[in-house]
């Protein structure tokens, strides 16, 4: 069956400081491989979405950038956090070579907090 | 542009009450596929529920129920007989029929549910 992961699921940081947060995903290939942010009490912001490796498209201008090494890995970075970029992160997936259905499988999610 | 509207931020009940929870969806698109996702207080989201816009035939999955009126452009979600486990976030979500990039969601509602 298929899983995904991301880590790590707390991190605490001050402002100006990298971040990595790492996605996996088992069990599956090609996935289309999504990033979205949820900041406190409100909905869910697409980031960044990849078709494939070394593809990705940026939904949101901002600070952050993402990457697809590897065909079931998906990273989120920046290279100076800010105290907006505070927020719960989650990972998502869906089949990518059946029409897509939309029926993404999120992570646990990352909770990052930016002091 | 897709937009999904959750006009309920947050409804209390009392276990064993009914409650519906409303989304109402625009979308230019002819075929499109709508979601119901459920946040636990953990965080992660699970997937309730997907219904492609052919399909207007409400929907029974044990407690919960599915309206689907294409012409008022709404997919209300209902709970029969709360329970406390059912207290998390919910969220309704509108893709498209292509890759994820499409996939909107409406900003939640909070549902508490008290013993």
């Known amino acids: 069956s298929q899983t995904i992961h991301q880590w790590p699921a707390t991190l605490v940081q001050p402002v100006g400081s990298p971040l990595s947060l790492e996605c996996t995903v088992e069990?599956?290939?090609?996935?289309?491989l999504y990033w979205y942010r949820q900041a406190a009490g409100r909905g869910l912001q697409l980031l960044f979405y990849?078709?494939?490796?070394?593809?990705i498209s940026s939904e949101v201008p901002q600070n952050l950038s993402a990457s697809r090494p590897q065909d079931r890995q998906f990273i989120l970075s920046s290279k100076k956090l800010l105290l907006s970029d505070s927020g719960f992160y989650l990972c998502?997936?869906?089949?990518?070579?059946?029409?897509?259905?939309?029926?993404?499988?999120f992570g646990e999610g990352s909770r990052l907090t930016v002091l | 542009a897709q937009k999904v509207t959750q006009a309920q931020t947050e409804i209390s009940v009392v276990e064993k009450e009914d409650v519906t929870l409303d989304c109402v969806y625009e979308?230019?698109?002819?075929?499109?596929?709508l979601f119901w996702y459920k946040q636990p207080p953990s965080g992660e989201l699970v997937f309730l529920i997907r219904?492609?816009?052919?399909?207007?035939q409400n929907e029974i999955s044990g407690r919960y129920s599915w309206n689907f009126q294409k012409s008022t452009s709404s997919f209300n979600f209902t709970i029969t007989a709360s329970q406390v486990v059912d207290s998390a976030v919910y969220f309704c979500?509108?893709?498209?029929?292509?890759?994820?990039?499409?996939?909107?969601f409406g900003p939640g509602t909070r549902l508490s549910v008290l013993p």
């Open positions: 069990g599956t290939s090609n996935p289309n």
């Open positions: 979500a509108l893709s498209g029929f292509n890759y994820g990039q499409n996939f909107v």
């Open positions: 219904r492609n816009s052919f399909d207007e």
């Open positions: 998502a997936w869906e089949p990518g070579l059946k029409a897509p259905t939309g029926e993404l499988f």
């Open positions: 990849s078709v494939g490796i070394g593809q």
């Open positions: 979308t230019r698109d002819t075929t499109y596929y």
